[in-house]
């Protein structure tokens, strides 16, 4: 048996974790930039705001309305999921975590009686010690769990929160009622394609009829998701996997044309790369920048995206090294009086720490490594970053406009919540 458990209308849930008076009152959270809609609470949702509406269209309604309005805090975000997740190995070992509001749990193994009162006790839990409201969907497969998982929610009087696929009435029942493009794993094109051929719900995919197009259309894939929808298991639990990449790119506030500016924004996102190949004792060998104009203000057909790649002749995470090989292929790439709207570092090619290859002829500074480790020290007992390259800006981390940004209230020793007793 296999379970989904889904965060309700997880980045508001966080932000009511902290600040309750939001409960039962409309509130949405805005992307990077507070540009548009990417959470809403049920009551924004029956006041008719959609997801990914832009913010800026959306201005009188939320003053007519008095809706709340965030912007996103990924570090409260995170810390919270991370919370939510370690729970749910109370439950089962078997645990993978899906997104940041979603995991599949495996119960293979376990006896367990009820499922139902099992999937409250998981609701009670973690309501009790992080806040989070949950959904839980059981089900003898993974795609079937997602189904069971989407019915919880969307009755959640009848289900209080937990719905279990445990009969072939129900699965029937269940396919029946949940549509093609809802789906886990049919996206727009492919539920325009099945609604041509007369496929309008889960229980129409799983038809001997449709097999054949349904194999000629997606493949093996869509074989294994039919056989997952007639509750045979065939999607096994996924292992965590090594990373492959990492990357951080932000759209800026306003268009950057200045190099000095720019080249900031660059030095910045490279020393957070190489901060986040140190908190996972990685390393990397590949620098990637890339570089983005506003597509609106280009001419039709001209080039608006732009890439550099530089490999290094040996694997660092020091900001000084992935910095200098950023400043460098910024310095090939940039054009002088061109703005640019976005940019980002992508470092690749990543091997753990442990299994740096030393060079003989060819190698880092090994005083970077000595500072970075400082670097990190005070940056972890001051929870700011306090020491930073020579080029970037010392009075912010980011240039992203952030109006509405809520406190981090578990991340951030000075933003703590204070309880007078």
């Known amino acids: 048996m296999y379970a989904l458990v889904d965060c309700n209308n997880f980045y508001v849930s966080c932000e009511r974790v902290f600040q309750p008076q939001l409960n039962n009152k409309p ?25 990914g509406a832009p913010e800026f269209q959306l201005r009188e309604k939320i003053k007519a309305n008095g809706i709340h309005v965030f912007s996103s805090n990924y570090a409260l975000y995170g810390d919270l999921s991370g919370r939510v997740m370690r729970l749910l190995t109370h439950f ?84 029946k009622w949940t549509k093609i493009e809802d789906v886990w794993g049919i996206g727009f094109r492919l539920a325009k394609k099945m609604l041509a051929k007369n496929i309008r719900t889960a229980y129409d995919f799983t038809l001997p009829q449709h097999e054949a197009f349904i194999q000629r259309e997606i493949g093996v894939v ?45 030095l910045t996102f490279a020393s957070v790369c190489s901060e986040k190949l140190r908190k996972q004792n990685l390393c990397c060998t590949t620098v990637i920048l890339y570089l983005k104009k506003n597509k609106f203000k280009v001419n039709q057909g001209d080039k608006y995206n732009f890439y550099r790649m530089e490999s290094l002749p040996f694997a660092t995470n020091t900001s000084f090294s992935i910095g200098q090989a950023a400043t460098k292929m910024l310095n090939d790439i940039y054009q002088e009086g061109t703005a640019y709207k976005k940019a980002g570092i992508i470092v690749t090619t990543i091997i753990p720490q442990g299994q740096k290859q030393f060079s003989l002829f060819d190698e880092e500074n090994p005083k970077y490594q000595r500072i970075v480790e400082v670097m990190d020290f005070w940056q972890k007992k001051s929870g700011e970053r306090k020491i930073k390259l020579a080029g970037q800006d010392l009075s912010k981390t980011w240039k992203m406009r952030q109006n509405h940004l809520s406190q981090c209230y578990t991340t951030d020793i000075n933003e703590i919540l204070k309880v007078k007793c």
Do not use: W
């Open 27 to 51: 509130v949405v959270v805005l992307s990077n930039n507070d540009g548009c809609v990417i959470s809403r609470s049920n009551e924004a949702k029956q006041l008719g705001i959609s997801m």
């Open 222 to 266: 869509g074989i294994r998701l039919r056989m997952e929808l007639l509750g045979i298991s065939v999607l096994e639990m996924e292992e965590p996997k090594s990373k492959k990449n990492i990357a951080v790119t932000r759209s800026f506030e306003n268009d950057i044309a200045d190099f000095d500016s720019l080249k900031e924004r660059i």
């Open 92 to 175: 089962t070992p078997n645990v993978e975590v899906y997104s940041i509001d979603e995991a599949f749990l495996n119960f293979e193994g376990m006896k367990i009686p009820n499922y139902e009162s099992y999937g409250a006790k998981m609701k009670t839990l973690i309501h009790k010690c992080v806040g989070i409201p949950i959904c839980v969907g059981f089900a003898p497969s993974k795609a079937l769990a997602k189904v069971a998982n989407k019915i919880a929610k969307k009755f959640p009087d009848r289900t209080q929160g937990v719905y279990v696929v445990d009969t072939e009435e129900k699965r029937l029942k269940a396919l």
